[in-house]
């Protein structure tokens, strides 16, 4: 299936390069910056049965942005970025169904169990979506923090997995070498992620067409779901129409 998304870079909706991403914004490569607010999307994606989307803030300055588009579409909404202990509740009580956290949760590269059950305590698993976006290096997934530029000594694994799925209802995976690059996705991750994972997985990064979106239901056996962002249309891209994609969401929910 496919999932939406809303990325706020200084308060507005952009598609951006992953791996260029960087404190200061030295470097960073934009595909598109809308002049839409972010209620507009989240409006759209209401009114086309588009549940489970994520909605990502990228550095500070997106706060009244991210409010903007869950209010527009309570319930419907995924909010990541910045979340921690503090906060999490407040975006929830915000209109987000789920909040996602990755940097909050790894401290000096390790992963920090105490807080992943601390966060669990205060809102329940069932509201809690951990981010695992990853980088390759010698052969492995690596998980990748505060804006993607940091990695953690944690890879992606079926052991690593298997022990996560019990503290969150679901996992977003962005393969950031290829994220913004519309160069075709990382099928050999979307792969493992359908073998290793016993719950749901959001996969992003390098969609280009609606066949990607088609290879990633075949190769996640109908478990991965696929977020499209530069190629989209309603994001200035020309590889894939976004009535393409809410006509293939329809079809798989009725069976087809």
Same mark, same amino acid.
């Given at each position: 299936m496919f999932r939406p998304c809303?990325?706020?870079?200084? $308060?507005? +909706?952009k598609q951006i390069v992953g791996g260029s991403l960087q404190? $200061? /914004? %030295? /470097?960073?490569r934009t595909n598109f910056v809308s002049e839409r607010p972010a209620s507009w999307f989240a409006e759209l994606y209401q009114r086309d049965g588009l549940t489970g989307g994520h909605v990502i803030q990228l550095g500070s300055g997106n706060e009244s942005a991210a409010r903007e588009a869950l209010a527009a579409?309570? $319930?419907g909404l995924h909010l990541g970025g910045g979340v921690n202990l503090d906060n999490a509740r407040g975006w929830l009580n915000a209109g987000a169904s789920h909040v996602i956290v990755t940097s909050w949760v790894f401290r000096d590269g390790q992963l920090d169990l105490d807080r992943v059950r601390a966060l669990v305590a205060a809102i329940g698993k069932e509201q809690l +979506?951990?981010?695992?976006?990853?980088r390759v290096r010698e052969g492995e997934y690596w998980v990748v923090t505060d804006r993607w530029q940091k990695f953690t000594e944690f890879t992606v694994s079926e052991v690593a997995l298997a022990q996560l799925a019990g503290y969150c209802a679901e996992f977003l995976v962005h393969a950031v070498d290829v994220e913004g690059l519309c160069q075709g996705v990382d099928l050999a991750l979307v792969?493992?992620? %359908? @073998?290793w994972s016993p719950i749901p +997985?959001?996969?992003a990064g390098g969609a280009r067409s609606l066949a990607d979106l088609e290879a990633v239901s075949r190769a996640g056996l $109908? @478990? +991965?779901?696929l977020t499209i962002g530069s190629a989209l249309d309603i994001f200035g891209g020309s590889g894939v129409r976004y009535a393409d994609v809410v006509a293939f969401n329809q079809k798989q929910a009725a069976g087809g």
């Amino acid at each position: 299936m496919f999932r939406p998304c809303i990325d706020l870079h200084d $308060g507005k +909706v952009k598609q951006i390069v992953g791996g260029s991403l960087q404190d $200061g /914004g %030295a /470097g960073l490569r934009t595909n598109f910056v809308s002049e839409r607010p972010a209620s507009w999307f989240a409006e759209l994606y209401q009114r086309d049965g588009l549940t489970g989307g994520h909605v990502i803030q990228l550095g500070s300055g997106n706060e009244s942005a991210a409010r903007e588009a869950l209010a527009a579409f309570p $319930g419907g909404l995924h909010l990541g970025g910045g979340v921690n202990l503090d906060n999490a509740r407040g975006w929830l009580n915000a209109g987000a169904s789920h909040v996602i956290v990755t940097s909050w949760v790894f401290r000096d590269g390790q992963l920090d169990l105490d807080r992943v059950r601390a966060l669990v305590a205060a809102i329940g698993k069932e509201q809690l +979506v951990l981010d695992l976006s990853c980088r390759v290096r010698e052969g492995e997934y690596w998980v990748v923090t505060d804006r993607w530029q940091k990695f953690t000594e944690f890879t992606v694994s079926e052991v690593a997995l298997a022990q996560l799925a019990g503290y969150c209802a679901e996992f977003l995976v962005h393969a950031v070498d290829v994220e913004g690059l519309c160069q075709g996705v990382d099928l050999a991750l979307v792969e493992k992620l %359908a @073998r290793w994972s016993p719950i749901p +997985v959001t996969y992003a990064g390098g969609a280009r067409s609606l066949a990607d979106l088609e290879a990633v239901s075949r190769a996640g056996l $109908g @478990r +991965v779901d696929l977020t499209i962002g530069s190629a989209l249309d309603i994001f200035g891209g020309s590889g894939v129409r976004y009535a393409d994609v809410v006509a293939f969401n329809q079809k798989q929910a009725a069976g087809g």
